[in-house]
């Protein structure tokens, strides 16, 4: 069990963080393979014996399954993201109890914790315990289903090829997803929002709604065993305040507050949604204060510099986490990022509009290509720009003069396509938050197959 600081991989981790400030997530390659690597040892597969009567299923699908073993049954803690997935992690923890299944909880409703229920129920119907408000989340943006569908596929890296492969971020890749919440059971207890004191299998359970990463989280509480499951309000990585897959706003004040909550229960085992069980009260406490106040400061300097004028693309640069947080292994941005987060807030609070004028009204991108190729000397003179850049691997600026030159005229389309292809892969290569590793990866692939449209869409 990891206790934060004590192995090499961590250790190393840590150092090699160091390399990369201000929220910044790229480093050199060899550098973010290897911080990947040393990430993928928080889900390798196996389970874990936390205390006596738990055990945690780790890196069986992208998520954590649990088992609670009590008098004359044991309860389950999430179920994965389908049947044949938790089937394996339950044949895994069947080892250490053979007891009837009475209860299932979903910590909250994302598909990776809900989706392999049937395959812990078998033919009995036990209770299945959820927030009242379960399911919100998804709900409120179903409309835009297709599109999240597909830039889901590219956060997660679910077509790429092995080679190009490292980690989801909290989470493996190449995870079974054919049989997507086939094994969903909807819940029949509804714990309501001052939660809910317990005894399940002569086991003494506390839920505690807890919104966070979605309004319809809890957490969980043994307090004989001082075992707290967290769901997906705490992970091994900075936590991921806005999906770049398209998320309706994640309440960034609540997150942290809950996460504070947590803290005051003084867990002397800390079960998260992903990534490794903690051991030790002064461990886990440190943990979830120090992420409680990673969140809490990155919203209290993103609303300040909002109330100050400034819009989200100046505030995204600026914003960083304060120093003494900065070198903690749970906090590197594998998977959620300062600058996102910066954005979402901003988004979530005022609207996409920063306050300044001019992006009242903007020009549109094929009138703005045209401008820029006049400014820089014409259609040739911005290509070859573009090109330098690539050769210099000022990646960023290149992709922006690429897509530039796609609306022009007298462009040359394919070979700004290709400039693109190539830049994508050198910022893939070099960035270690797996989302926009994998999101690079995948979109490069998606424009060299030919995937998208003319205009890349
Ligand atoms: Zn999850």
Redesign the pocket.
């Known amino acids: 069990m990891h206790t934060g600081s004590g192995t090499v991989g961590l250790l190393l981790v840590m150092t090699l963080a160091g390399a990369a400030a201000g929220g910044e997530t790229q480093v050199e390659p060899e550098v973010a393979s290897k911080m990947l690597a040393s990430q993928t040892e928080q889900f390798e597969q196996q389970v874990v014996e936390v205390t006596d009567n738990v055990y945690t299923a780790v890196g069986f699908h992208?998520?954590n399954t649990s088992m609670i073993v009590g008098t004359d049954g044991v309860i389950i803690v999430d179920t994965l993201f389908g049947p044949s997935s938790a089937a394996r992690a339950f044949e895994a923890l069947r080892a250490y109890s053979d007891k009837p299944v009475k209860a299932i909880i979903y910590t909250h409703s994302?598909g990776?914790?809900t989706g392999g229920a049937t395959a812990f129920a078998g033919d009995k119907r036990p209770d299945i315990y959820a927030t009242e408000n379960f399911g919100v989340a998804e709900g409120a943006t179903a409309a835009a289903g297709p599109i999240k569908a597909r830039r889901g596929s590219r956060q997660f890296g679910r077509n790429l090829s092995p080679s190009e492969t490292t980690n989801r971020g909290?989470?493996p890749a190449n995870t079974a997803d054919h049989d997507r919440g086939k094994g969903f059971i909807p819940p029949n207890v509804r714990v309501p929002p001052e939660g809910l004191k317990t005894t399940i299998a002569g086991v003494d359970v506390e839920f505690h709604p807890a919104p966070g990463e979605t309004d319809d989280a809890m957490f969980l509480w043994l307090p004989d065993e001082k075992v707290l499951f967290a769901g997906?309000n705490f992970y091994h990585a900075f936590p991921n305040l806005y999906a770049i897959r398209g998320t309706a706003y994640r309440n960034v004040l609540n997150w942290s507050e809950s996460v504070a909550k947590m803290a005051e229960f003084r867990p002397h085992f800390l079960v998260p949604?992903?990534t490794m069980p903690v051991r030790g009260e002064e461990t886990a406490v440190a943990m979830l204060s120090d992420y409680s106040e990673a969140i809490r400061s990155v919203y209290d300097q993103t609303v300040q510099g909002m109330n100050e004028g400034k819009g989200p693309d100046q505030l995204a640069h600026e914003v960083d986490l304060p120093e003494h947080l900065r070198d903690k292994p749970y906090l590197i941005e594998f998977y959620g990022t300062v600058p996102h987060a910066v954005r979402a807030i901003y988004a979530g609070l005022l609207g996409w509009f920063d306050g300044n004028p001019t992006t009242l009204n903007p020009l549109g991108p094929k009138v703005k290509a045209q401008k820029v190729a006049a400014l820089a000397g014409g259609t040739r003179k911005l290509t070859a720009q573009m090109q330098a850049a690539l050769v210099q691997e000022d990646y960023q600026w290149a992709l922006e003069l690429a897509d530039h030159v796609k609306w022009l005229e007298d462009g040359d389309r394919e070979l700004a396509r290709t400039v693109k292809i190539a830049a994508l892969r050198g910022l893939a290569a070099r960035e270690y938050n797996a989302p926009n590793r994998n999101y690079y990866q995948s979109y490069a692939n998606e424009l060299e197959s030919g995937a998208l449209s003319e205009l890349w869409h």
Do not use: E, P, Y
């Open positions: 992208g998520a994302h990776d914790h909290v989470a997906d949604g992903h």
